[in-house]
């Protein structure tokens, strides 16, 4: 019985993607099953694979396997299910699946050699007299060892009682000591210190969204939880209780904030609640201390795992809880394959443990609300702050008028002059530019009109050469005009501000300020992004200059001022959720300041500030700007009203690019024609928004339709023919289900 199992080889991609099994020599047959990884014969090459079954039988000729690789077990029967879900609903190979749900690199046990005594204490003490004279230092180091608990390596040992290794060598000789090997765990935090913290008394709301988590949990329901509420709300506090709960009940819980949000401090709160039962997983640790983590969540020592998007992998038993903290972020979706959405993921993981999920966010993702509106998730609302601290006053200045009182630069009055008085006062500012723009767009700054593709309703995009507007979604091109078809303006132009550039007008402006950058330029350097960030906080920098790295998590309660130089680089991105990503940044921007006591404000520059996302995350009204933003995703049928796979064809020759990216085309639409289907529509073949990444062109391809299965079967069809084609060859063709930026 159990003699053959089903393997999944790892295999470079474009080669065959599917299960093969082997036989277990009777030497191996204890020690090989679910989870492990075995060397095998493949071809005349040697490859490692993952056992997913035994079996009883094998249907084809079978050759042995060579070896089992290691002793660990890499996954169990639920990981297994959730490689296997996503590589179905993000349609990638599943050995690519399995490899981002295990732990990668380094994965050795870390040992040190210990010194310890070879006798019992009392045959010893009387070794220490014979040797006392003889060889004192030798005595002091078995006083040492009978007096101590020591779990000391060679070198430390000699240190202590102040001799050489070499003593210790003799003593080994006499048989007095022996050295053995012990496993070490690799602990990032065991130099942190951690403030023990207590239950705090909830308010009623957030008593409300605990009980209501708490009868899913204790009912064994994989209901998904939107917790809706402001920064400073209460959120965290109602996870803290909800997992102390599930803990109580011997269970774990799942903690995913975003990688830019597991600061020290984040940490701090969980570890000091629950102390070492806190396993931390994130990219910045090593492998070894990943792997060290990792370990600790599998045998059951840490049962709460925080962590960023991957950590929705990690291998606990019993999971009873999984919160995804900031649930909008755009870094839960991997760029990379498989393709996949943390939230998504998480959904169907709970699902499987009867788990339930809790999305906590201030600005939720369109999708997550309009699932509370047909009662997918139920909504948990908290509406105020704790400490009924007020939400920053915002004010949105119209950067038309500017223009007509001659005011060029690209700060308005308004925002010169909130500067100046925050520096008079000793009060910190940060000025806000949405990320570096690698797309331009062309608006009218008399009137605030932005050229706009009419059919998909994205704006259009600024080639240089030649002078044309493309669109980015169905490659609909046209002139730059002269004049502002809205108003007639000749002040049309094509719009592009670099964080470079600001920071140069405002040491122009404020000679006398200390003004910092902080960007993707000047954080490349490893600890950069900290140095600044800590450099901001002791206040040795007035003014910090920054892209969407200075929106998140941060705590500076002496920042009494935001500035956004453009609102309107996020608006006129194209993407059909840039309206939303708007909200969801000013919203977030905004909360950077009035931490402190001091009050804070916002100034929003725009040359559209009527636009509804603007207006709304003035008011910080969300529930409004849900219904005009959803009433316009309606009409234009873009999710969540339909399902979207976007392909990405890239490749360092250009022709191969294009001439791929038009065969996919012909393949796509030749498909939906076998299939008589008229709803589903086809976008480009376009160049894609960022049209060369790395030395690669880039082209790209939308399909949309209400059926993601039907979607697939045609995605599935065109790619696998495109991939057998000898013009494929180099042109890397890779598919994105539910794309969230494009
Ligand atoms: P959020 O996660 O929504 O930003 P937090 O849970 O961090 O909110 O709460 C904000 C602040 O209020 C924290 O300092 C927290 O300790 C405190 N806090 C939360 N809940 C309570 C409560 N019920 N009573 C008193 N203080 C609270
Ligand atoms: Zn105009
Ligand atoms: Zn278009």
Request: hydrophobic share 35%; charged share 30%; proline share 4%.
């Amino acid at each position: 019985m159990g003699e053959y199992i089903s393997v999944i080889v790892d295999l470079p991609v474009k080669q065959v993607n599917k299960e093969f099994t082997y036989h277990v020599p009777e030497e191996w047959q204890d020690s090989v099953h679910l989870g492990r990884k075995v060397i095998v014969p493949f071809g005349n090459q040697k490859k490692d694979g993952y056992v997913i079954a035994k079996k009883d039988k094998a249907e084809v000729e079978t050759k042995d396997i060579l070896e089992v690789a290691d002793d660990i077990v890499y996954f169990n029967q639920e990981l297994l299910q959730v490689a296997q879900w996503m590589a179905e609903y993000y349609q990638c190979y599943l050995i690519t699946a399995i490899k981002a749900v295990i732990p990668s690199g380094d994965l050795k046990i870390k040992t040190k050699r210990v010194v310890e005594l070879a006798q019992s204490k009392s045959a010893t003490k009387q070794k220490i007299n014979e040797l006392k004279n003889r060889a004192p230092k030798q005595a002091e180091v078995l006083r040492y060892l009978v007096d101590h608990k020591a779990d000391l390596i060679t070198t430390e040992l000699a240190n202590k009682v102040d001799t050489s290794s070499g003593t210790i060598r003799r003593l080994a000789d006499r048989g007095l000591v022996i050295y053995e090997k012990k496993e070490v765990k690799r602990d990032p935090y065991q130099n942190l210190d951690f403030d023990e913290s207590n239950n705090l008394d909830l308010t009623s709301e957030q008593e409300q969204a605990l009980n209501s988590i708490m009868e899913a949990v204790n009912n064994n329901q994989s209901q998904t939880f939107l917790l809706k509420g402001v920064t400073g709300s209460g959120k965290t506090e109602v996870y803290l209780q909800a997992i102390d709960q599930v803990l109580e009940q011997g269970q774990g819980a799942i903690v995913l904030v975003p990688e830019i949000s597991l600061t020290p401090q984040t940490i701090t709160r969980f570890k000091g609640r629950f102390q070492e039962q806190v396993a931390v997983l994130h990219s910045q640790l090593s492998s070894g201390e990943r792997f060290d983590e990792w370990r600790r969540i599998k045998n059951g020592e840490a049962k709460i795992v925080i962590g960023a998007r991957s950590a929705i992998f990690a291998p606990l038993s019993d999971l009873g809880l999984i919160i995804i903290d900031e649930e909008h972020e755009t870094t839960y979706k991997q760029d990379d394959h498989p393709k996949y959405h943390a939230r998504e993921v998480a959904i169907y993981r709970a699902g499987l443990k009867q788990a339930a999920t809790v999305l906590g966010t201030a600005t939720p993702s369109l999708e997550a609300y309009y699932r509370t509106q047909n009662e997918d998730y139920q909504l948990l609302e908290l509406h105020n702050r704790i400490d009924d601290r007020p939400m920053p006053e915002v004010e949105v200045v119209d950067m038309r008028e500017e223009l007509n009182r001659g005011n060029r630069t690209m700060f308005s009055e308004l925002l010169q002059e909130e500067i100046t008085t925050r520096l008079e006062e000793e009060e910190q500012a940060i000025v806000f530019l949405n990320r570096r723009g690698f797309s331009t767009f062309v608006q009218c700054r008399k009137c605030g009109y932005v050229m706009r593709c009419e059919d998909c309703d994205v704006s259009l995009t600024y080639h240089s050469n030649p002078p044309l507007l493309h669109c980015h979604y169905c490659d609909h091109k046209e002139k730059v005009p002269d004049n502002c078809p809205e108003c007639g303006s000749k002040y049309i132009k094509y719009f592009g501000v670099g964080t470079q550039k600001v920071e140069e007008q405002l040491n122009e402006l404020f000679p006398e300020a200390n003004i910092k950058r902080m960007d993707v330029d000047t954080t490349r350097k490893k600890g950069a992004y900290r140095r600044i960030l800590s450099d901001f906080k002791e206040h040795k920098i007035d003014i910090l200059v920054g892209t969407q790295m200075v929106a998140k998590g941060h705590d500076f309660p002496n920042v009494t001022l935001v500035g956004v130089v453009t609102a309107d680089t996020a608006l006129n991105f194209p993407d059909f959720r840039s309206s939303e990503r708007t909200f969801q940044l000013l919203t977030q921007v905004a909360g950077r300041t009035g931490r402190g006591d001091k009050g804070g404000e916002v100034v929003v520059q725009s040359y559209t500030p009527e636009h509804y996302s603007i207006q709304l995350a003035k008011e910080h009204d969300y529930k409004s700007f849900y219904e005009q933003e959803i009433a316009s995703r309606e009409a234009t049928s873009y999710p969540p009203f339909s399902k979207l796979i976007n392909f990405l064809v890239s490749a360092e020759d250009e022709d191969k690019v294009i001439k791929n990216a038009h065969k996919l085309g012909e393949l796509v639409r030749g498909k939906i024609e076998i299939l008589e289907n008229n709803e589903i529509q086809v976008l480009g073949p376009v160049q894609a928004p960022l049209s060369k990444l790395q030395g690669k062109f880039r082209w790209q391809l939308i399909i949309k339709g209400q059926e993601l299965d039907l979607l697939r079967e045609i995605s599935d069809y065109a790619v696998t023919e495109l991939r057998d084609m000898s013009i494929s060859e180099n042109v890397k063709v890779s598919v994105d289900v539910d794309p969230l930026r494009m």
